[in-house]
T-cell receptor, first 111, second 113 residues
Framework: QKEVEQDPGPLSVPEGAIVSLNCTYS??????FMWYRQYSRKGPELLMY????GNKEDGRFTAQVDKSSKYISLFIRDSQPSDSATYLC???????????FGQGTELSVKP | DADVTQTPRNRITKTGKRIMLECSQT?????MYWYRQDPGLGLRLIYY???????NKGEISDGYSVSRQAQAKFSLSLESAIPNQTALYFC????????????FGPGTRLTVT
């Protein structure tokens, strides 16, 4: 079993929809939780990060961490075609540690 | 100019050949990483280096070697390429304090025939 599990999709939604992307993990020692976004033919870029449990909001994006359930989510409100990309969750034990990535979910937002 | 560059961007090689992928960065970061990306498997860490004299194996280091020539340069070698090393390879860098924020290069698409 992988340490971090993510549904690879693909996920296709109409423009304006609310998107929910999720990851589960097995190691309770993880403290930092990240979402990276990867456009086609590009390297991943950090979208959001959260320390420990709780929510974090940035514009149309909200990241949630539930450590008791070992479950993290990324919500995208009012999704746009420009949000079409692969979203990868990642986690680590400490601020300077190496990252463990999920498999990535491919999202397509149709106009 | 890009902060993290990779050369070559695309490479086709034959089984048994030695190949080197190169990475350079201008961000001044101490830490550098090599990943491979395969469909359905996400990003998997091959090797990482926290400074010039520090090299560590990642999740899938067999069949690969690395060299950290300078703070800004980190190379990945496939000593004898095999077809299942066909993948997209990414170099990344991070600051020692904020290691969760990694900056990725544009990737090298490697095909081994």
């Amino acid at each position: 079993q992988k340490e971090v599990e993510q549904d690879p999709g693909p996920l296709s939604v109409p423009e304006g929809a609310i998107v929910s992307l999720n990851c589960t993990y097995s190691n309770s020692a993880f403290q930092y939780f990240m979402w990276y976004r990867q456009y086609s033919r590009k390297g991943p870029e950090l979208l959001m990060y959260t320390y420990s449990s709780g929510n974090k909001e940035d514009g149309r994006f909200t990241a949630q961490v539930d450590k008791s359930s070992k479950y993290i989510s990324l919500f995208i409100r009012d999704s746009q075609p420009s949000d079409s990309a692969t979203y990868l969750c990642a986690m680590t034990y400490n601020q300077g540690g190496k990252l463990i990535f999920g498999q990535g979910t491919e999202l397509s937002v149709k106009p | 100019d890009a902060d993290v560059t990779q050369t070559p961007r695309n490479r086709i090689t034959k089984t048994g050949k030695r190949i080197m992928l190169e990475c350079s960065q201008t961000k001044g970061h101490d830490r550098m990483y090599w990943y491979r990306q395969d469909p359905g498997l996400g990003l998997r860490l091959i090797y990482y280096s926290f400074d010039v004299k520090d090299i560590n194996k990642g999740e899938i280091s067999d069949g690969y070697s690395v060299s950290r020539q300078a703070q800004a340069k980190f190379s990945l070698s496939l000593e004898s390429a095999i077809p299942n090393q066909t993948a997209l390879y990414f170099c990344a860098t991070s600051d020692r304090r904020d290691g969760y924020e990694q900056y990725f290069g544009p990737g090298t698409r490697l095909t081994v025939t």
